[in-house]
């Protein structure tokens, strides 16, 4: 319903910061993440929004970039995760951190957030697996075009995005492409 709000940043009181649209002030909730990123009080800004509708509640969430925002609506799709915790998840990490950890099945990372015991972080890595988007898995940690050219090798030879990113950092960072599915295929045969 309200997908966007653009107006005078109020007041910050984390999580929670106030946006007056043409004198209308909009309480929104935002992650940790967005929350550092804000300006100064009176300063123009616009959060994209996801607005939630409960018995005893309507909600607005606030973010500063739509991946932010579509990894949180894939996040309280999961049976036992709520706004709240959703919010604590993105607040804990960043969305590329969080598909790295999703794609390398990482239950450590997961448990570290706050409010996020073993059987939802194990709930977690099963139902986000490939649905953070192509361009934020494996290959966000992927920082040159060599080594992305040599994890989509990897994954054509049939290796899984966790075999691939593993093999992946074992290798030096300035090596080709050629050389360097040669030493990810060394790797990945021991």
Same mark, same amino acid.
């Given at each position: ?24 002030? %909009? ?6 993440? /967005? ?33 932010? &925002? ?13 706004? &709240? ?23 450590? &990372? ?9 059987? /939802? ?34 994954? !054509?030879?049939? %290796?899984?995005?966790?075999?691939? !990113? ?23 045969? &021991?």
């Amino acid at each position: 319903m309200i997908g966007k709000l653009t107006g005078f940043l109020d007041s910050k009181n984390p999580p929670q910061v106030i946006i007056d649209c043409h004198g209308v002030g %909009y309480e929104v909730q935002v992650p940790m993440s /967005t929350f550092y990123n804000l300006p100064e009080l009176g300063t123009k800004i616009s959060l994209l929004t996801h607005f939630v509708v409960r018995e005893d509640a309507q909600i607005l969430y606030g973010f500063a970039s739509a991946t932010e &925002r579509e990894a949180f609506r894939e996040l309280i799709k999961i049976s036992g995760i709520g706004p &709240r915790t959703a919010l604590a998840v993105l607040s804990g990490m960043s969305v590329s951190e969080l598909a790295q950890a999703i794609t390398l099945q990482e239950l450590g &990372r997961l448990i570290k957030v706050p409010g996020i015991g073993k059987k /939802t972080a194990e709930r977690l890595l099963l139902e986000l697996k490939g649905k953070l988007g192509p361009d934020i898995g494996a290959v966000a940690s992927v920082t040159s075009g060599a080594q992305s050219d040599i994890l989509q090798a990897l994954l !054509a030879l049939g %290796y899984s995005e966790k075999e691939a !990113a593993s093999a992946l950092k074992a290798l030096p960072p300035d090596v080709g492409v050629s050389d360097g599915i040669k030493l990810a295929l060394k790797s990945l045969a &021991r």
